[in-house]
């Protein structure tokens, strides 16, 4: 079954360690996006991707730094990672077309908290 | 700038009500609406999508509706039950919103048996 697969699931991680969020869709969507969501806060978008080798940075202004150099992968890093950073950060994708009729699939999260 | 609401911010009812959850949003041009539900600690599970020319949608007890002359959506929960506690969220792409997700804050529902 076409997915969006994001790994690690949880990450307990050392202050000033460089990390790096994975995030893969089998399901050939040209759009994916990085959410970030404090516990019990909205959503925000830091990072988003039209397709392969674009990149825009979201609402939100984050430190971290994605790429898209292939259609099915989508990862966040963060070069040096500090206690603000401690968060849940979710990925998603959706297919071809603006508003499109199946809208978003999103990943099951990455819970980072930094020490 | 397109802005989501969503009233209750939390609801506990006991099991086998019927629910109603509100979601406005101040603009109404918007390509489409979509509702999720998230469990603590978790993703987002996609609910039902509406888009901009549809007035409702339906799947097994849930029903969302869109009305985007009143910039209001409603999401309908028929026979509560405890597995439906979860946190929902409404989120919706704006016209000319480049396919981006607005988010409102979620109402957290808790049914007790």
């Known amino acids: 079954e076409a997915d969006i697969y994001q790994t690690p699931r949880y990450l307990v991680i050392g202050t000033g360690k460089k990390i790096t969020l994975e995030c893969s869709q089998t399901m050939g969507h040209d759009k994916m996006y990085w959410y970030q969501q404090d516990p019990g806060m909205e959503l925000h978008l830091i990072h988003y991707?039209?397709?392969?080798?674009?990149?825009e940075k979201g609402d939100l202004s984050s430190e971290s730094t994605v790429s898209r150099i292939r259609t099915e992968h989508f990862p966040l890093t963060l070069e040096s990672a500090r206690p603000s950073h401690t968060s849940q950060y979710l990925c998603a994708s959706s297919p071809p077309g603006q508003g499109s009729l199946r809208g978003y699939t999103f990943g099951s999260g990455t819970r980072l908290t930094v020490v | 700038k397109q802005e989501v609401t969503q009233i209750p911010a939390a609801l506990s009812v006991p099991e086998g009500e019927n629910l109603v959850l509100n979601c406005s949003f101040t603009?109404?041009?918007?390509?489409?609406l979509q509702w999720f539900r998230q469990d603590p600690g978790k993703g987002l599970t996609s609910l039902l999508l509406?888009?901009?020319?549809?007035r409702e949608q339906t799947s097994g007890r849930l029903n969302a509706s869109l009305d985007k002359s009143s910039g209001r959506s409603t999401l309908y929960i028929a026979a509560s039950q405890p597995g439906d506690s979860a946190t929902y969220l409404c989120?919706?792409?704006?016209?000319?919103?480049?396919?981006?997700?607005?988010f409102g804050a979620g109402t957290r529902l808790a049914v007790h048996p």
């Open positions: 509406i888009q901009s020319s549809q």
């Open positions: 991707s039209y397709g392969v080798n674009s990149t």
């Open positions: 989120a919706l792409i704006p016209s000319g919103g480049y396919n981006k997700l607005i």
């Open positions: 603009d109404s041009a918007i390509y489409n």
